[in-house]
């Protein structure tokens, strides 16, 4: 028998006494109070890094003359909503920075370059249901539908802003931005306005019957499995070029 077969085996009838039983309550809670305090401090912390970090970056905006949002008035009695809060400016600080890169290399009478600052702009407004969410003014399900967007949101940011300009390189970002706001619109919280790349937009309720136009061809894609998975599918570039008209990706 090894040497800790034989602690096992005189543990197995080792009885604590009140006392220890005491000594081990207490000792559970003060480590409990331990890492409690170290979790508040940590999240403190980040919390005050995030708000300097917004700080700059809402300064150094203001110095390029981009249009600010106002603050919620109630965002001081929400202090757990400042990281999302400081986000959220952050998001759409972004948004008037690709609209000034757009104003400078891309042709705006392109019906890409059109399609692409409705985009920004549809993205800008999605932002503002954000806001109106964390001010109280929707319910619980269409926070958690904002939540959604925003992940999209940054999805687009990094595709999109792209300090070249380069529309060789933009191509691909144009089609993944239609792509996004397809996921977008089945979310409930955008519909579909007009045309985007010259292509009608049909969206029809209804699982499985959900059509997206195929970019820049004027046909459209066979219906897919149906909710966010069939959008998820098409970014794929061997799913991109099918169809009666290809294009390479």
């Not at 409990?32 to 508040?40: F, G, K, Q």
């Not at 959220?88 to 290399?105: F, G, H, P, S």
């Not at 499985?208 to 149906?226: C, T």
Request: glycine share 8%; aromatic share 6%; net charge positive.
């Amino acid at each position: 028998m090894s040497a800790m077969d034989n602690v096992a085996a005189g543990a197995e009838g080792l009885v604590f006494s009140p006392e220890m039983h005491a000594f081990f309550e207490r000792r559970l809670a003060e480590e409990r109070e331990s890492v409690r305090e170290a979790l508040t401090a940590d999240f403190d912390r980040r919390l005050k890094e995030q708000e300097e970090l917004s700080q700059l970056k809402l300064a150094q905006a203001r110095s390029e003359n981009l249009p600010q949002c106002a603050e919620p008035p109630n965002l001081a009695n929400h202090p757990s909503l400042r990281e999302s809060w400081a986000f959220v400016k952050d998001a759409r600080v972004a948004t008037e920075q690709i609209n000034v890169m757009l104003t400078k290399v891309a042709d705006n009478t392109s019906s890409k370059g059109q399609a692409l600052m409705t985009a920004v702009n549809r993205l800008t407004n999605l932002i503002d249901l954000r806001l109106a969410a964390y001010t109280g003014a929707m319910d619980a399900t269409t926070t958690k539908k904002a939540e959604f967007v925003m992940r999209y949101y940054a999805t687009f940011r990094s595709k999109a802003l792209n300090p070249t300009g380069h529309w060789a390189t933009g191509e691909r970002k144009f089609k993944d931005v239609q792509m996004d706001e397809a996921a977008i619109i089945d979310t409930g919280l955008m519909r579909p306005t007009g045309s985007l790349g010259g292509n009608s937009m049909a969206y029809t309720e209804g699982s499985g019957n959900r059509h997206r136009p195929y970019p820049g061809s004027g046909h459209r894609h066979p219906p897919g499995p149906g909710g966010l998975n069939s959008f998820r599918g098409m970014r794929h570039s061997s799913y991109r070029n099918t169809g009666p008209n290809p294009q390479k990706s």
